[in-house]
């Protein structure tokens, strides 16, 4: 069975930073690419990063040169590092695991990333 389970969130105040964690079990983390999504209140949940099994990234405009994505596959685990975050980067945060582009599968709960002064 696939978990895939989200932390690191929380309430931080423009300019600052936080890194999201992601820790799958039951799929081949070292060959699956994997992504981190948002969905913030009221709109549908958007592509944010993604990453490839050989290490390949890709982002969405919105957060070129603020958010890295990377993996540690001894751990099972995706992050996220988000830095430089706006009061728009607020949304529950979700990552999944991609086959090819696209989501494939469950999604964890999300972990809420809530950026007010």
């Known amino acids: ?3 895939l389970v989200e932390s690191g969130g929380g309430l931080v105040q423009p300019g600052g930073s936080l890194r999201l964690s ?3 079990s039951g799929i081949i983390f070292s060959g699956s690419n994997m992504g981190w999504y948002r969905q913030a209140p009221g709109k549908e949940r958007e592509f944010v990063a993604r990453i490839t099994y050989d290490r390949s990234t890709d982002y969405a405009e919105s957060v070129k040169g603020r958010f890295t994505i990377s993996r540690d596959n001894t751990k099972n685990t995706v992050y996220l590092q988000m830095n430089s975050l706006k009061p728009e980067d607020t949304a529950v945060y ?3 695991r991609l086959v090819g ?3 494939f599968g469950s999604w964890g709960q999300g972990t ?3 950026v007010s002064s």
């Open 101 to 103: 582009i696209f989501p």
């Open 1 to 3: 069975q696939v978990q």
């Open 22 to 24: 992601c820790v799958a």
């Open 112 to 114: 809420q990333v809530t």
């Open 94 to 96: 979700y990552c999944c």
